[in-house]
């Protein structure tokens, strides 16, 4: 990575990591998954409709599943958020990974 931000083969790559990763995990409770890079890290935002102790020790494990993957160290995190209104769409450069489809103006 230059200048602390991951080139485009960098997201590729990370993107098809995290999905891989991610296998077992997406329960119908997961409204969205986005991949982002603060600059330093890979960030892993799930967003979440209620809070549910099995889905937070699923997503626990992600970090680890990615990294097994990588050939080295890599610096990443898995952030949960709970929100049960509208989705906005993340800013670029974030990708989002999984969205689940709800019909417009409701959240399930």
Do not use: K
Request: glycine share 6%; with cysteine; proline share 7%.
């Amino acid at each position: 990575m230059s200048s602390g931000c991951a080139e485009l083969a960098d997201w590729n790559n990370t993107v098809l990591d995290l999905v891989a990763a991610l296998r077992g995990v997406i329960s119908p409770n997961m409204r969205m998954i986005v991949l982002s890079h603060d600059g330093t890290r890979w960030r892993f935002l799930f967003v979440l409709e209620h809070d549910d102790p099995t889905d937070r020790e699923e997503i626990e494990d992600v970090p680890s599943e990615f990294e097994a993957l990588q050939s080295g160290p890599v610096d990443c995190a898995a952030d949960v958020q709970i929100a049960n209104g509208p989705l906005p769409w993340p800013a670029h450069p974030a990708r989002v990974i999984y969205r689940r489809r709800e019909r417009s103006g409701d959240s399930g």
